[in-house]
Nanobody, 119 residues
Framework: QVQLVESGGGLVQPGGSLRLSCAAS????????MAWHRQAPGKQRELVAA???????RYADSVKGRFTISGDNAKNTVYLQMNRLKPEDTAVYYC?????????????WGQGTQVTVSS
């Protein structure tokens, strides 16, 4: 099992910034991918950004140029720096961890952290 602890959500005004953190512990693996997804009320959960242990990164089109994901393999931690936030970024943000092992791929989710962008 992998445990994920998220932090950094909150209330921010449009144009502001927030930084989310997610620390993984337990049965982590060298080969992994960590990501942030979000779910707004009445909408499906969507991928925001992802980073692999090999350094591959991808972003949703809606956050490109505003959000930056980074990972610290030594600390099994992923960060999401969110700049120029918009009201439409309001959602619960979930950390996701995928472990790639010979026996298969295992996926874990954090409990979610609320991000609210409002004046």
């Amino acid at each position: 099992q992998v445990q994920l602890v998220e932090s950094g959500g909150g209330l921010v005004q449009p144009g502001g910034s927030l930084r989310l953190s997610c620390a993984a512990s337990g049965s982590t693996s060298v080969r992994n991918a960590m990501a942030w997804h979000r779910q707004a009320p009445g909408k499906q959960r969507e991928l925001v950004a992802a980073v692999t242990s090999g350094g591959n990164i991808r972003y949703a089109d809606s956050v490109k140029g505003r959000f930056t994901i980074s990972g610290d393999n030594a600390k099994n931690t992923v960060y999401l720096q969110m700049n120029r936030l918009k009201p439409e970024d309001t959602a619960v943000y979930y950390c996701n961890y995928r472990s790639f092992r010979l026996s298969g791929t295992y996926e874990y989710w954090g409990q979610g952290t609320q991000v609210t962008v409002s004046s």
